[in-house]
């Protein structure tokens, strides 16, 4: 099967890396944990521009923590055959009329550094051209059968099967299929992933997908 997996929230761990940040650059906040994280743009727990400020520091992308489970999960996806595509979205400044000004940052070297580092140096086959860049998902549709992603909007522009990545600020969301709870830290989510894969294996939604 086709798979398009998500990095940051899914293999990465963005949340963990908002947390850090946050306490160093705003000591004066309350400490907090991931499961205080109820929107998906922090603006629950960080005042305008201080998400920005937060993803323009030095390596941060790249120094991101892997989730448990991922590289080991992923491993056997790719062993089993399946197709596996890596799909993340570049973090963007919206000024004035134009949609996209600039990156921020140095995020597309730190993610592509990332992967590199904890996806190709730890799965045999997988290679850099397995990471896609992108500005938004929409793309996607009719050219997978399976999507793993945290952010519900993705998931809504998927015309296959979507499975969210259980996280605090997605917990009400019922539109697709849940793995993990809310910011577990362990396996859980990545082996209940792998359960339903293997389950779904042989399925095809759309025999017309695109290559």
Same mark, same amino acid.
């Given at each position: /099967?086709?798979?398009?997996?998500? /990095?940051?929230?899914?293999?990465?761990?963005?949340?963990?890396?908002?947390?850090?940040?946050?306490?160093?650059?705003? =000591?004066?906040?309350?400490?907090?944990?991931?499961?205080?994280?109820?929107?998906?743009?922090?603006?629950?727990?960080?005042?305008?521009? &201080?998400?920005?400020?937060?993803?323009? /520091?030095?390596?941060?992308?790249?120094?991101?923590?892997?989730? =448990?489970?991922?590289?080991?999960?992923?491993?056997?996806?790719?062993?089993?055959?399946?197709?596996?595509?890596?799909?993340?979205?570049? =973090?963007?400044?919206?000024?004035?009329?134009?949609?996209?000004?600039?990156?921020?940052?140095?995020?597309?070297?730190?993610?592509?550094?990332?992967?590199?580092?904890?996806?190709?140096?730890?799965?045999?086959?997988?290679? &850099?051209?397995?990471?896609?860049?992108?500005?938004?998902?929409?793309?996607?549709?009719?050219?997978?059968?399976?999507?793993?992603?945290?952010?519900?909007?993705?998931?809504?522009?998927?015309?296959?099967?979507?499975?969210?990545?259980?996280?605090?600020?997605?917990?009400?969301?019922?539109?697709?299929?849940?793995?993990?709870?809310?910011? &577990?830290?362990?396996?859980? =989510?990545?082996?209940?992933?792998?359960?339903?894969?293997?389950?779904?294996?042989?399925?095809?939604?759309?025999?017309?997908?695109?290559?």
């Amino acid at each position: /099967m086709k798979l398009a997996i998500d /990095m940051d929230g899914v293999m990465a761990d963005f949340v963990g890396g908002i947390l850090r940040w946050r306490k160093i650059l705003y =000591p004066w906040y309350d400490d907090i944990t991931a499961e205080n994280v109820t929107s998906y743009n922090f603006s629950d727990i960080l005042k305008y521009g &201080q998400l920005m400020k937060i993803m323009s /520091m030095p390596n941060f992308f790249y120094n991101l923590d892997v989730i =448990p489970g991922a590289i080991e999960c992923l491993s056997k996806l790719h062993g089993d055959g399946h197709k596996l595509s890596f799909i993340t979205k570049l =973090p963007v400044y919206h000024e004035g009329n134009f949609l996209y000004d600039s990156i921020i940052g140095n995020s597309a070297s730190d993610k592509y550094r990332w992967f590199n580092k904890y996806i190709v140096a730890h799965i045999p086959g997988i290679t &850099q051209k397995d990471l896609i860049f992108c500005f938004d998902k929409s793309w996607i549709a009719g050219r997978f059968d399976i999507m793993l992603d945290d952010d519900t909007r993705n998931l809504e522009l998927f015309d296959g099967l979507r499975v969210l990545f259980g996280t605090s600020y997605n917990k009400e969301y019922v539109d697709a299929f849940r793995v993990g709870s809310v910011n &577990q830290k362990n396996a859980m =989510p990545w082996k209940e992933f792998y359960s339903f894969v293997s389950r779904m294996r042989g399925t095809r939604l759309y025999d017309n997908r695109s290559n």
